[in-house]
């Protein structure tokens, strides 16, 4: 399926009444894994501030023990500082990378912005070196946009 297509169902689950916000996050994390072949593993972390740890919310794909990440920690925690997107074609050649399995070859992070400010991030793996394009990149962030109008 396209990303506008994409587009058109992840409004739709925005746009749903009398499902919570946390369903409407699984429900889009389970759509982009079922239909972007790449997409392996889709999750949000969300940021505490005062504790500067993030702190996963609803994800699709294989368990984790990475529930919660100190900011600066792996490709999560550095979005969490930078407020930018972070693609990491060969997770192997990132020096500040948090394995969650031998697996992932890829990953890319894109903030999630709630009146300016960095409120979390939605996090992909992939079992493909280097999949991911600008257009993903365009994609997340209007997912992240959307999302955004849940908080």
Known sequence: MSFEGLQTQVLAIVNKTNVTRDEKLKEICQLLSDSVPYYDW?????????????HLGPYVGAETDHTVIPFGKGICGQ?????????????KAQDNY???????KSEIVVPLFVNGVNI????IDSHVLDPFTEVDERFL????????KLF
Do not use: R, W
């Open 120 to 123: 979390g991030q939605i996090d």
């Open 98 to 104: 948090i394995a969650c399995s031998f697996t992932v």
């Open 42 to 54: 889709v999750g949000y972390y969300f940021a505490n501030h005062e504790t500067k740890t993030l």
């Open 79 to 91: 979005v969490a500082m930078s407020n930018q997107n972070f693609v990491v074609p060969d997770v």
């Open 141 to 148: 962030e209007f997912v992240n946009q959307e999302v955004a």
